[in-house]
């Protein structure tokens, strides 16, 4: 019955800084996710939450929703953000600061640099169980591709192909470089 | 679809009526706003691969369902959050002096006959790699809960500086409506050089790949590739009805019934057979 299923689910769950992150780099920032396999409601509103937090010039790396819509609302701070359409285009490059909300349509591609000492976000997802697909990085999508097919697809040595494979070992959070690091210290 | 968008009094059988040809083949495209298509819910367009060639990776706002009509090679899609359990061997380390030991995703080989289903937002390629042009059927099911934006359908090109398929009818819809800045480019190419190098930690050059920026960049969605890929794949076997000998049909009869100790023997010989033949295999 309804009452045995609703009444006594579980509604809550905290993604905040607090909380216990899904995605840590000390020197980058921290994400957490929040879907229907944490807080099983959300699978009956087809709805997912992230929550992230960026230090100063650190990045999150290109990457796309597979399978929804997302808002970014900036909570503190800002960032510098870029989303690109399907035909290349960007169709936004600009600053997010708190209190602004981006719309993000699934499969536009989107990357961030925090511009400020912390920048935070929470993002809506459209789906209960929101993926994206990282197109930088270690693992990422790029990284998935044997090199020949790299080095064919984007008319490269095959040295050079090796370094776009290669060169950054960070998942979703790049840290902000060394002079960068020294700057804000 | 919207209301009414069914109700035929009659149905037409439909051609491709978009071409966009490439250095390696051509996409052929049926027009999604074509009445018929939008009750339906989906997106047609057909792809011939040349000898050698590679359609470079993209993606899709929504599934797809690919037939092969002709022609064979290989696909490959890449999986967010998947392992690359395709490893080049030690020994190509040795032989070629490299210390770089290439590691990908699952890599598949495709045949005449043969469906191929693609999830929403996953990268998929394909390479023909004998004489026969490969034609691929594409569906792609826009009415699918897993699109979430609109009826059009939308490729979204990971390389090269060309015109995605359906480009042409996003125009048509939007024509009056705003006007598109640029086109025809892939989903690198709208951020930012700097961004890229700091996000990729790669130079200027392997970044001006990546968006398309080099002069010889007009090869399509289809590239040719000079000597052919090099990819990690097993060994192609037969089908099991062509290759199956009088023998192996035997092999696949049931077993007769073994007593306990016939059983406990054969385990023996088994063991000292396992133990003779390979060091690694010892007890734990």
Request: proline fraction near 5%; include cysteine; charged fraction near 25%.
């Amino acid at each position: 019955g309804l009452e045995e299923t609703v009444c006594s689910a579980k509604y809550r769950e905290n993604i905040g800084s607090s909380s216990s992150p899904d995605i840590y780099n000390p020197q980058a920032g921290r994400i957490k996710t929040v879907t229907s396999l944490d807080l099983p409601i959300l699978r009956w509103i087809k709805l997912s939450a992230e929550h992230g937090s960026l230090h100063k010039n650190a990045i999150f790396v290109p990457h796309y929703n597979l399978n929804a819509n997302s808002a970014i609302y900036a909570l503190r701070g800002r960032a510098w953000l870029q989303v690109v359409n399907c035909n290349g285009n960007t169709v936004f490059d600009g600053e997010l600061e708190a209190g602004r909300v981006l719309i993000v349509p699934q499969n536009f591609a989107v990357a961030a640099k925090a511009l400020s000492d912390k920048f935070q976000y929470v993002s809506f997802k459209t789906n209960d169980r929101a993926a994206i697909a990282r197109l930088a990085g270690s693992s990422s999508t790029l990284n998935g591709m044997p090199l020949d097919v790299l080095a064919a697809t984007f008319n490269l040595e095959r040295n050079d192909a090796r370094q776009l494979k290669n060169n950054n070992p960070f998942k979703f959070l790049v840290p902000p470089r060394e002079s960068e690091r020294r700057a804000v210290a | 679809p919207q209301q009414n968008e069914c109700q035929f009094e009659r149905l037409n059988a439909l051609e491709p009526d978009n071409r966009v040809e490439s250095e390696g083949g051509l996409i052929e495209t049926w027009n999604p706003t074509n009445r018929q298509f939008r009750c339906a819910g989906f997106a047609l367009s057909r792809a011939t691969l040349q000898r050698n060639s590679l359609r470079r990776p993209f993606y899709s706002n929504a599934p797809q369902e690919i037939f092969i009509q002709q022609g064979n090679g290989y696909f490959g899609m890449v999986f967010p959050g998947c392992p690359e359990t395709f490893e080049e061997p030690r020994e190509s380390e040795q032989g070629e002096g490299r210390r770089f030991r290439d590691s990908h995703q699952k890599v598949n080989r495709f045949r005449e006959g043969d469906i191929i289903a693609v999830p929403t937002g996953v990268a998929f390629w394909m390479y023909n790699d004998q004489e026969t042009p490969v034609i691929a059927i594409s569906l792609t099911d826009m009415s699918s809960h897993q699109n979430q934006l609109d009826q059009m359908p939308r490729r979204f090109y990971l390389a090269g500086n060309h015109e995605q398929e359906f480009l042409l009818y996003q125009k048509q819809q939007v024509r009056g409506k705003e006007e598109q800045e640029s086109e025809g480019s892939n989903i690198f190419s709208g951020f930012k050089r700097d961004f890229l190098e700091d996000a990729l930690n790669v130079n200027r050059h392997i970044v001006d790949r990546l968006q398309g920026r080099n002069e010889d960049e007009e090869k399509g969605a289809i590239v040719k590739v000079k000597g052919g890929l090099s990819i990690i794949s097993p060994p192609e076997r037969q089908p099991r009805h062509q290759s199956r000998s009088r023998q192996d049909e035997e092999r696949w009869q049931p077993r007769p019934h073994k007593s306990r100790r016939e059983e406990e023997d054969d385990e023996k010989h088994s063991r000292h057979h396992d133990q003779g033949g390979s060091r690694w295999k010892q007890d734990n």
